[in-house]
């Protein structure tokens, strides 16, 4: 047996009966990331020996009784989350030294449950891009085709969970961000409600659209791991006092009776052949197993686009003010006045995606343009909010394609921003209305490719949304296919 291969729920049940220990299973991991990591370059880095000192300490806690659902798991963490003594780069050589001398609140819920961090997954620089080709520090290609993107920008995240380099994976969702590389990389991942998950020690991007989230080999997996990582947190503001359900209590047999809403605007034109043809198989499962599917309208949709690379830039430009070559992270030295190492700094150290951004954010909340532009995009912002609350109304869930594509080849889009931007089509409204969504797999292009469903809720109703998917994965085998590396 592979252990490598085996899902979270499936590693705790051996785990707690005594057949395999968290060395094992952890030395299995480690053992799997030598033999494929050449190829697949999911990680920035690996800690190796701090991750197995942790693995033996889990083991006493499982032989004590005391285990709980990810005690000797070993999980990878999204470069772009706070870990205590392991550097944090967030894919950026301004950061790329970066110790820092806390963990986030999600890494320390994880720690609390005794899972084992075996190390920083790749991702696009801070987080902006769509397909891991924006990381200042590696390449990750997709395991299913290594001439391919694995998406972005947790494509370190999906990657690694794809190719068993890890048992289950966190990553984050501005605009797609963990939806998109795992309907790429033929994994489940899941977007939860703004506010659902705490965000202290996550390094912004942009703060009003960032969220945490699992990515896993099953819906069961993400499951466990949203058990543990959501909740209430007094370091957050934006952190929601609402108490958090039992997620594994939503894996139940059954949706008969469930309305689903399927928006017209996410089936135009444009959508490949391939993603069409898997998505309406998708929705006759979930018709055959007693739902009631219904075309619903997003009218504001074409503009949510425009809207997001607005605010989403603007919030960066000013997150990213930060990094000034004074107090922390790279500086550089050459200047011989202030205001030259700053622009120095910024230059060097930031890649041409963020500078990019930042450019565009700065323009957008300048004197004078301010209402033009970012005042604007948030009116919208309401409008393509309302419009989500008006579609729950008459539907417990939505289903849509994840990607308008598969996997793009590496390359392909990096010197045309816009068709870039244009990948995120579908999943970015979902985080301007700060609602759940998850991707779960659905098909496979002709290509050999996979392909995701998106299933969204409303808002903290995460339950249904894992249900649905739950249901739906039940119903199918694509999620028990792997990747011959």
């Known amino acids: 047996m592979d252990l490598y291969r085996l899902t979270i729920h499936e590693a705790h049940e051996l785990l707690t009966t005594g057949k395999i220990s968290s060395v094992e299973l952890t030395s299995a991991v480690f053992d799997r990331i030598e033999q494929v990591e050449d190829k697949v370059g999911a990680y920035i880095t690996l800690v190796k020996d701090r991750a197995m000192a942790e693995a033996a300490d889990a083991d006493k806690v499982i032989r004590q009784g005391n285990g709980k659902p990810l005690t000797g798991i070993p999980i990878a963490i999204k470069d ?71 998406g972005g920008s947790s494509g370190g995240s999906a990657a690694a969970v794809a190719a068993d380099e890890c048992i289950g994976a966190i990553g984050t969702d501005t605009g797609g961000s963990i939806r998109q590389p795992a309907s790429h990389c033929g ?40 058990n543990e990582i959501c909740g209430y947190d007094p370091n957050d503001s934006t952190s929601v006092p609402r108490e958090v359900p039992n997620y594994t209590k939503a894996l ?11 928006p017209k605007e996410y089936f135009s034109e444009g ?42 830039p603007a919030e960066a430009s000013s997150n990213l003010a930060r990094y000034d070559g004074v107090r922390y992270g790279f500086r550089d030295n050459g200047a011989e006045e202030l205001i ?16 990019r951004r930042i450019i565009i954010g700065t323009y957008a909340l300048s004197a004078g343009y301010y209402d033009a532009y970012y005042g604007k995009a948030s009116q919208v912002r309401t409008l393509i909010i309302q419009d989500f609350n008006q579609a729950f109304e008459t539907c417990d869930v939505l289903l849509a394609p994840v990607a308008p594509t ?13 068709a870039m931007y244009l990948s995120d089509i579908f999943t970015l409204p979902a985080n301007l209305a700060g609602i759940a969504g998850v991707s779960v797999p659905c098909g496979f292009s002709r290509d050999g490719l996979p ?32 990747p011959e590396l």
């Open 80 to 150: 772009v989350l706070c870990t205590e003594g392991v550097r944090t780069t967030c894919g950026s050589r301004i950061l790329k030294n970066f110790i820092p001398p806390y963990n986030s609140t999600v890494v320390d819920r994880l720690r609390e449950a005794r899972a084992v961090i075996i190390g920083k997954a790749n991702m696009d620089e801070f987080a902006m891009g769509s397909s891991t080709e924006h990381s200042a520090l590696t390449t990750t290609r997709n395991p299913w085709d290594l001439t391919r993107v694995p």
């Open 187 to 226: 994994v489940v991942g899941l977007k939860p409600t703004y506010g659902r998950i705490s965000r202290f020690g996550l390094v912004a991007f942009a703060s009003s659209l960032d969220q945490i989230g699992p990515i896993t080999k099953d819906v069961t997996d993400c499951a466990i791991l949203m």
């Open 252 to 262: 139940q047999a059954g949706i008969k009776g469930l309305v689903v809403g399927m």
């Open 271 to 312: 959508l490949d052949e391939d993603v069409a043809q898997s998505i309406d198989a998708a929705i006759k499962v979930i018709e055959g197993l007693g739902a009631t599917c219904k075309y619903v309208s997003l009218p504001h949709t074409e503009q949510a686009v425009a809207v997001y690379y607005l605010i989403a």
């Open 340 to 355: 030259q190492m700053y622009r120095d700094t910024r230059s060097k150290g930031f890649g041409p995606e963020v500078q």
């Open 406 to 418: 598969p996997a793009f080849k590496l390359g392909e889009k990096l010197d045309d921003p816009l």
């Open 451 to 482: 392909i995701g469903l998106q299933i969204l809720s409303k808002h903290f109703d995460e339950e249904k949304l894992i249900r649905v998917a739950y249901n739906f994965e039940q119903e199918t085998d694509f999620h028990a296919k792997r």
